[in-house]
């Protein structure tokens, strides 16, 4: 289990709300470009939270108002628009997240959280006890490349970071995520 949880949170709060008031210009700037980019700039999206419970994610809209809501693995590459494609490769649609974070619904370092419709991570999830933990922006998992497209690989290094949880790593984590290592959800290409 994740050691420290009360400084894990401490570290969360000073970290998550540093990061919003430095990068207020950012956000209102992404927020008025995703506006003129699809005019709905903000996606919310019900995601699995610990012990399973629903909460709603928060990101920048990098696809078309009507895709459907799957993985990003799923999801016709067509259906990402061209300022999203940008800050995808970036990872700036993530930055909204850290609204969940300062909210408690998630934490910084943590396995991503995935949608109640991907049954089979699920099932492997339960079978590691992954859910006993908060999701995150960031972890061994996205750090080390693996998406939710592999089920049981992914489910299995987040239960190897559960395991090996400290403050350490949490900052190693970090420190590595900043750094620009791991990699973004595929999407899928697809001929139209």
Same mark, same amino acid.
């Given at each position: 289990?994740?050691?420290?949880?009360?400084?894990?949170?401490?570290?969360?709060?000073?970290?998550?709300?540093?990061?919003?008031?430095?990068?207020?210009?950012?956000?209102?700037?992404?927020?008025?470009?995703?506006?003129?980019?699809?005019?709905?700039?903000?996606?919310?999206?019900? !995601?699995?939270?610990?012990?399973?419970?629903?909460?709603?994610?928060?990101?920048?809209?990098?696809?078309?108002?009507?895709?459907?809501?799957?993985?990003?693995?799923?999801?016709?590459?067509?259906?990402?628009?061209?300022?999203?494609?940008?800050?995808?490769?970036?990872?700036?649609?993530?930055?909204?997240?850290?609204?969940?974070?300062?909210?408690?619904?998630?934490?910084?370092?943590?396995?991503?959280?995935?949608?109640?419709?991907?049954?089979?991570?699920?099932?492997?999830?339960?079978?590691?006890?992954?859910?006993?933990?908060?999701?995150?922006?960031?972890?061994?998992?996205?750090?080390?490349?693996?998406?939710?497209?592999?089920?049981?690989?992914?489910?299995?290094?987040?239960?190897?970071?559960?395991?090996?949880?400290?403050?350490?790593?949490?900052?190693?984590?970090?420190?590595?995520?900043?750094?620009?290592?791991?990699?973004?959800?595929?999407?899928?290409? !697809?001929?139209?």
């Amino acid at each position: 289990m994740i050691k420290n949880n009360k400084y894990i949170r401490i570290y969360d709060l000073i970290i998550s709300i540093t990061i919003f008031l430095v990068l207020c210009p950012i956000f209102l700037l992404l927020f008025i470009l995703c506006f003129f980019d699809t005019r709905n700039p903000i996606f919310i999206q019900e !995601r699995v939270g610990k012990n399973k419970k629903p909460f709603n994610l928060f990101k920048f809209r990098t696809m078309r108002v009507n895709t459907p809501s799957l993985a990003s693995h799923l999801v016709n590459e067509n259906q990402v628009t061209p300022f999203g494609r940008y800050i995808r490769k970036l990872k700036l649609d993530e930055l909204p997240q850290i609204i969940n974070v300062i909210r408690g619904e998630m934490s910084l370092i943590g396995p991503r959280p995935c949608l109640f419709n991907q049954i089979e991570l699920i099932a492997q999830r339960e079978k590691y006890k992954i859910f006993l933990v908060k999701p995150g922006i960031t972890g061994l998992g996205q750090l080390k490349g693996i998406d939710m497209s592999n089920p049981e690989r992914l489910a299995e290094t987040d239960s190897i970071m559960i395991k090996n949880f400290n403050q350490i790593n949490y900052f190693k984590y970090l420190f590595l995520t900043f750094y620009g290592k791991g990699i973004r959800d595929s999407i899928k290409t !697809r001929q139209s």
